[in-house]
């Protein structure tokens, strides 16, 4: 049974709150964080409990700290506020009315514009089962009431610290798409390349039955492929004719640079045999590594593919767009000369003439990436 004593625990709470050194407490003492260095907007914290006691109590103890809070008495309300407002935290109660703190939690972990959000669940029901219950619903962190303030601080102050860090990894890997976005806007010719390649790959991958995590990486391996070609001057990338031997040396180092530009990034790791491989060729004449067959990663085959369907059904400076049959039939000549994956490329002619190929939804990944840059900048 939910019994919370909220009058007794204030005064418990306000009769131990100085009782222990903050730095005794774990994480409290491992220097400034990021916001407090920085001209960068406080922490922004939604506490999302029905007693108002609770979140007055919260707010007390949270009194010397910079943060910016905000309350909420029921989830759906809580819900809407995390989706037009900037959360950072949030100090959610286990026993909500109505949907419950771990439903709350779950929906909150599910929905990609949230999930990263951390959340601070806490309770006045000692036992070891609704911790259990907390954390597997998604809780970042769980807190059997009374709380000490030092403890509370400490915790939220180490959550934020993580959040902030992930927050700065996300701006990064926005700011490769924006370049990548770049590169393809410097050519006139290219237009929507890359969100073609990213929808094309996708459909090819899903009809391959690869897993939720491969067709992220091949999303964004549609994206990410050529940011090498930033590396490679404008003479050798918009040279009107033939490339000179050298020249071509220049422009086949786009793949090497391109892995390079993206390997600090560990959210990228899936990515990167995409990008340095996507012009190799099944008889081992591609470069850089001169691989062959299925040697060749998969996922770098798949981009390879509908690049190339692509490439021929658009109009370039040098050549007008082909019909679908006719790209089919240049796709199948290169098969013969055993420069193509023939069961990739016969899979993915079969998913465009039976026009199966799907548009991307709407929220996609990069969308996302890009949403959380902007709102980085706001702040
Ligand atoms: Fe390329």
């Known amino acids: 049974m939910h019994v919370k004593t ?123 089962e609704n911790e259990v219950t907390g954390i597997t619903s998604g809780a970042d962190e769980f807190l059997t009431k009374p709380l000490h303030p030092a403890v509370l601080r400490a915790r939220i102050r180490s959550m934020l610290r993580n959040k902030a860090l992930i927050d700065s990894l996300d701006e990064a890997e926005s700011i490769l798409f924006a370049l990548a976005q770049a590169v393809e806007q410097r050519d006139q010719y290219t237009g929507q390349h890359c969100q073609r390649l990213a929808s094309y790959s996708v459909a090819l991958g899903e009809a391959l039955g690869l897993t939720g995590t491969e067709l992220r990486a091949l999303y964004r391996g549609g994206y990410l492929h050529d940011i090498g070609k930033i590396g490679i001057p404008d003479a050798v990338l918009f040279k009107k004719g033939p490339l000179t031997e050298d020249e071509w040396v220049i422009m086949r180092s786009h793949t090497l640079k391109g892995e390079e530009i993206c390997r600090p990034m560990k959210s ?12 190799e060729r099944w008889d081992g004449t591609g470069y850089p590594d001169g691989t062959k067959g299925e040697d060749v990663p998969l996922l770098a085959r798949v981009l390879q593919v509908v690049d190339i369907y692509d490439a021929l059904t658009t109009a370039r400076s040098y050549k007008p767009a082909l019909s679908h049959d006719e790209a089919a039939a240049v796709m199948i000549q290169e098969v013969e000369r055993g420069w193509r994956d023939p069961e990739l490329v016969s899979l993915f ?31």
């Open 268 to 279: 990228l790791a899936l990515v990167l045999p995409n990008i340095r491989s996507h012009h």
């Open 6 to 128: 909220d009058s007794t625990l204030v005064g418990e709470v306000l009769d131990r709150r100085n009782d222990m050194p903050e730095e005794l407490i774990v994480g409290a003492d491992i220097g400034p964080a990021e916001w407090e260095d920085s001209a960068a907007a406080p922490p922004a914290i939604l506490i999302v409990d029905d007693n108002e006691i609770n979140r007055r109590l919260i707010r007390a103890m949270l009194k010397t700290t910079p943060y910016s809070i905000a309350e909420c008495h029921q989830a759906p309300e809580a819900l809407e506020m995390l989706l037009s407002d900037r959360v950072d935290l949030v100090i959610l109660d286990l026993m909500l009315p109505g949907m419950g703190g771990p439903e709350f939690c779950r929906r909150l972990k599910a929905d990609r514009r949230t999930r990263l959000i951390p959340v601070l669940m806490m309770t006045s029901v000692q036992g070891f």
């Open 349 to 379: 002619l079969d998913i465009v003439a039976d026009t199966r190929v799907k548009e991307i939804p709407a929220i996609t990944s990069m969308q996302v990436s890009l949403e959380n840059m902007r709102r980085q900048l706001m702040r």
